[in-house]
């Protein structure tokens, strides 16, 4: 599946989006309520436009090529309950209830395997 050129996503929220070479804005999968970090992906406006009127979260796969709505193929859906813009445009802060794993490795969050520093264990 190729990129949308000319995306359905409102024009105003598309002047704010500040997007990288390649057209993408980073998204932070947040969990509702706990706001454990989930994941990070991109969306370019059509991902973000499908994302806010879906209410599932859609992402832009820079390796394949295509988008893809997280957990069609592995179960572990985002619902969306919140999308929001950061101060500079961006990044998205993307709030969801996680369905199972987050991480394509099968764990809850893509952030539990390597802890660089941990101040309240004197690490």
């Given at each position: 599946?190729?990129?949308v050129?000319?995306?359905a ?6 002047a704010r ?26 969306m ?10 879906t ?26 309950h ?16 996680q369905t199972g ?11 539990d395997?390597d802890?660089?520093l941990?101040?309240?264990?004197g690490?």
């Amino acid at each position: 599946m190729t990129r949308v050129e000319v995306s359905a996503l409102d024009p105003a929220v598309a002047a704010r989006l500040k997007r990288n070479a390649d057209g993408l804005v980073c998204a932070i999968a947040q969990q509702r309520g706990t706001g454990e970090v989930l994941m990070v992906a991109w969306m370019d406006d059509e991902a973000l436009h499908r994302t806010l009127t879906t209410g599932r979260a859609t992402y832009w796969s820079r390796s394949r090529e295509e988008y893809w709505v997280k957990g069609d193929t592995s179960g572990n859906v985002q619902h969306v309950h919140e999308v929001r813009l950061d101060c500079d445009g961006d990044a998205v802060l993307v709030i969801v209830d996680q369905t199972g794993a987050a991480c394509h490795t099968g764990e809850r969050t893509c952030f539990d395997a390597d802890v660089l520093l941990d101040a309240r264990n004197g690490a």
